[in-house]
């Protein structure tokens, strides 16, 4: 297992509470751990819009926890298989966002 470092504007982001992340700052932050945990992906037209859904229908905040939650406890990994960016999309929220939210209380 090799280690990625964080870019400053992750570490920088990181360091403040959700409650002050824009919908901009949730899509970095996904974009950015997608790339350390998995490598490049194939660039996706609809990934912004699809992590932009996720932060409207959660709120920013709570996006921002689930998003955290889902590279920082889970590793990038749900239920075996790797957490890409489809995974933030509405029908994925009761396989994947709805339980993480759950486990985080």
Avoid: K
């Avoid at 709570?62 to 920082?72: G, H, K, S």
């Avoid at 590793?75 to 509405?90: K, L, N, Q, S, V």
């Amino acid at each position: 297992m090799s280690v990625t470092p964080v870019t400053a504007a992750q570490a920088a982001r990181t360091a403040r509470p959700p409650g002050a992340w824009s919908a901009a700052d949730v899509g970095a932050y996904i974009t950015e751990e997608i790339l350390r945990a998995h490598g490049p992906q194939l660039p996706a037209r609809e990934a912004q819009a699809v992590l932009q859904a996720f932060c409207q229908r959660f709120t920013v905040p709570v996006a921002a926890r689930n998003a955290r939650a889902a590279f920082e406890i889970y590793g990038g990994m749900w239920r075996g298989a790797p957490i890409t960016w489809r995974r933030f999309g509405a029908t994925n929220d009761p396989f994947f966002a709805e339980p993480i939210l759950a486990a985080l209380g």
